[in-house]
């Protein structure tokens, strides 16, 4: 009689943990972004939401960020404009992306990239050799 109250136990348990742990099916990058119960209208809306490039600037002053987010965070996909002036001139460099762009003292330089590679990636004055921050790109 035991054995047959620990087999319904086990049962039991298995079958909770099977509804528990059930991979979910897999999503569109809107529906994964939209909770499950929004209409279709909102669905459209966030679309176009994210469509809206997150533009920062950045203001760098004897070799450190003195304005903006030293993390930048995004999500894969965005498309990511970056607005940088600093008081002297060098080069800043995006790990992971390898993207390169001149600064010059007076002027305001940009740099613009999608961002689909998923992870954090330093960003750094080149030549003074001066790590600034980062850059996280989280999976939609």
Same mark, same amino acid.
Request: net charge neutral.
């Given at each position: 009689?035991?054995?047959?109250?620990?087999?319904?136990?086990?049962?039991?348990?298995?079958?909770?943990?099977?509804?528990?742990?059930?991979?979910?099916?897999?999503?569109?990058?809107?529906?994964?972004?939209?909770?499950?119960?929004?209409?279709?209208?909102?669905?459209?809306?966030?679309?176009?939401?994210?469509?809206? /490039?997150?533009? @920062?600037? =950045?203001?760098?002053?004897?070799?450190?960020?003195?304005? $903006? +987010?030293?993390?930048?965070?995004?999500? !894969?996909?965005?498309?990511?404009?970056?607005?940088?002036?600093?008081?002297? /001139?060098?080069? @800043?460099? =995006?790990?992971?992306?390898?993207?390169?762009?001149?600064? $010059? +003292?007076?002027?305001?330089?940009?740099? !613009?990239?999608?961002?689909?590679?998923?992870?954090?990636?330093?960003?750094?004055?080149?030549?003074?050799?001066?790590?600034?921050?980062?850059?996280?790109?989280?999976?939609?």
């Amino acid at each position: 009689m035991k054995f047959l109250a620990y087999l319904v136990a086990v049962i039991v348990l298995l079958g909770v943990l099977l509804v528990n742990f059930k991979p979910k099916a897999e999503m569109s990058e809107t529906q994964a972004s939209e909770p499950p119960t929004a209409a279709a209208s909102s669905t459209a809306r966030a679309a176009s939401v994210a469509a809206e /490039p997150v533009v @920062l600037d =950045l203001v760098i002053q004897r070799g450190r960020l003195v304005t $903006g +987010p030293a993390v930048i965070q995004v999500r !894969q996909g965005d498309e990511v404009v970056l607005r940088l002036t600093c008081d002297t /001139p060098d080069e @800043l460099h =995006l790990h992971g992306y390898n993207l390169h762009v001149t600064l $010059g +003292p007076d002027k305001t330089a940009t740099l !613009q990239f999608n961002a689909k590679q998923t992870g954090r990636f330093g960003y750094e004055l080149h030549h003074a050799k001066a790590e600034l921050g980062a850059l996280e790109v989280y999976p939609r």
